[in-house]
């Protein structure tokens, strides 16, 4: 049996490598001494955003979240991330401002294995895609509900 080394904190570097690796480009963003990672997937950006800090390891952490996004334009469909959030799982999806913002935790505290973040990257990836699917087809359900609405009142 191999011996698998477990991963109890995360810096900028290890994730940009882990990143990198995965075939991700990643750009280094600190701002007010916060540090936070921009890459993108399917043509969508997000940010890796560091959580709690490892005690006495200076720019080490135990967990962080994936981020996304994305800037309302118009009016937001009645219910949209309140069914997002009822029917998905590993990502949570929100209104913050004028922004919907998808978000996925990823705790590494008590070690995971390197394939274990490689897994909850991939996933990552799959719920971008997903999400930008929900988002289109959710518009449509919209506007198609509204056209018939509209139809059946005259």
């Known amino acids: 049996m191999t ?21 991700c ?17 399917q043509g969508v950006g997000y940010a890796v955003r560091f ?15 994936f981020s996304c996004a994305l800037r ?9 991330a309140e069914r997002w ?5 590993f990502a ?6 004028e922004f919907l ?7 590494v505290a008590d070690g995971v294995s390197e ?3 490689l897994g909850s990257l991939l996933l990552w990836d799959r719920l971008l895609q997903e999400f930008i699917v929900y988002l289109r087809d959710y518009s449509r359900n919209v506007a198609e509900q509204t056209g018939s609405e509209a139809v059946s009142a005259s």
């Open 3 to 23: 011996e698998v080394t477990l991963i109890e904190t995360v810096s900028a570097d290890s994730l940009t490598k882990l990143l990198q690796d995965a075939g």
């Open 25 to 41: 480009r990643v750009n280094r963003s600190e701002q007010n001494a916060v540090v936070q990672l921009l890459s993108a997937s």
């Open 51 to 65: 959580g709690n800090r490892a005690q006495g390891q200076e720019g080490e952490f135990l967990d962080f979240t």
């Open 72 to 80: 309302i334009q118009g009016e937001l469909p009645a219910g949209l």
């Open 85 to 89: 959030n009822a029917s998905r799982r």
């Open 92 to 97: 949570r999806l929100s209104v913050q401002g």
């Open 101 to 107: 913002v998808m978000e996925k935790d990823v705790v």
């Open 115 to 117: 394939k274990h973040l």
